[in-house]
């Protein structure tokens, strides 16, 4: 007993000084489909999908995807990914649906709403002039300061209304992935943009400047949910930053991933995901 476990613990030993083993995973039968993964939102859509919005005889195996996810669903290794956002990474996989999982919201603890105003705020050679509490002229709107998160943003405060680009929301090139205020055609409220903020100072920046741009996670560290807080969230499937389920061109047309692409990009996992998403905007009562 001794000698097996002695050989056992070399086998380990001799592992762990070498690379990581790659983790191979096998289908549980031929009608199973095998879909690699990503972590977090990826793994939590997809598990919500399948308990939900599929029927009780579809068969989904869920896989964690390995660095190398793309060459193996070329290879046959596994059937579909869902693990990275539009368009695919690989042109040898196609993208079969999109959902749009970490829509990012813009939130205020000063304005209720995004409702038509006359009120002024920071014009510097006037006082304040404020009607109610919808988002006012002049205010100060912090976006996050990362270049995509910037360009999200952009175009989140266009659905909303609030300025006009040189492009409509939805293209993938590199250019219109990263605009800037140099893209802003109009700005119907006047507004000053602000980038770059930290986590660690959400809270500080949420309550100083009129409005902030957060994803849902960041939200939730300051209490707030899209559907009662927000007062506009990011549009949804269209999105270039959704994530995308791709297969490989031997399952086209198959009616089991056709099944779940439908899934996918259908209003229930949209309102699961985003519940502000299915009545727009929405008012903040902070």
């Known amino acids: 007993m001794k000698q097996v476990f002695a050989g056992l613990l070399a086998l ?13 995973y096998q289908r549980t039968d031929e009608s199973t489909l095998l879909v690699y993964v990503g972590p977090g939102d990826y793994r939590e859509a997809l598990q919500y999908t ?31 990914g869902f693990y990275q956002e539009g368009p695919a990474a ?11 999982l970490v829509p990012y919201g813009l939130y205020s603890s000063r304005w209720a709403d995004l409702k038509e105003t006359n009120s002024w705020v920071n014009a ?17 709107v912090v976006l996050p300061g990362a270049t995509g998160g910037f360009a999200r943003g952009l175009y989140l405060l266009q659905s909303a209304g609030l300025v006009k680009l040189d492009r409509p929301f939805g293209g993938a090139t590199p250019a219109d992935l990263t605009i800037s205020e140099a893209n802003v055609r109009e700005s ?31 939200a939730t560290t300051l209490g707030l949910h899209p559907a009662s807080d927000a007062l506009a969230v990011e549009p949804g ?20 991933v ?16 985003n519940p502000a998403s299915s009545t727009g905007t929405t008012s903040q009562g902070g």
């Open 90 to 100: 690989s042109p040898a996989l196609s993208v079969v649906a999109k959902a749009n």
């Open 124 to 140: 510097g050679v006037v006082e304040d002039e404020v009607h109610g509490r919808s988002l006012p002229h002049g205010a100060k």
């Open 188 to 218: 119907l409220r006047h507004l000053t943009l602000l980038g770059s903020y930290s986590d660690a100072h959400l809270r500080e920046v949420y309550q100083q400047y009129d409005a902030i741009v957060l994803t849902p996670r960041q």
């Open 258 to 273: 056709l099944e779940l692409a439908h899934a996918l990009e259908s209003p229930d996992l949209a309102k699961h995901l």
């Open 50 to 80: 399948v308990d939900h919005l599929l029927p009780k005889t579809a068969r989904i195996q869920l896989a964690d995807a390995p660095g190398d996810a793309d060459q193996r669903i070329q290879a046959g290794d596994a059937d579909l």
């Open 12 to 24: 380990a030993v001799l592992a762990g000084c070498g690379s990581r083993p790659d983790v191979t």
């Open 237 to 256: 499937p269209q999105s270039p930053w959704s994530s995308v389920l791709v297969a490989p061109p031997r399952l086209a047309g198959d009616p089991r």
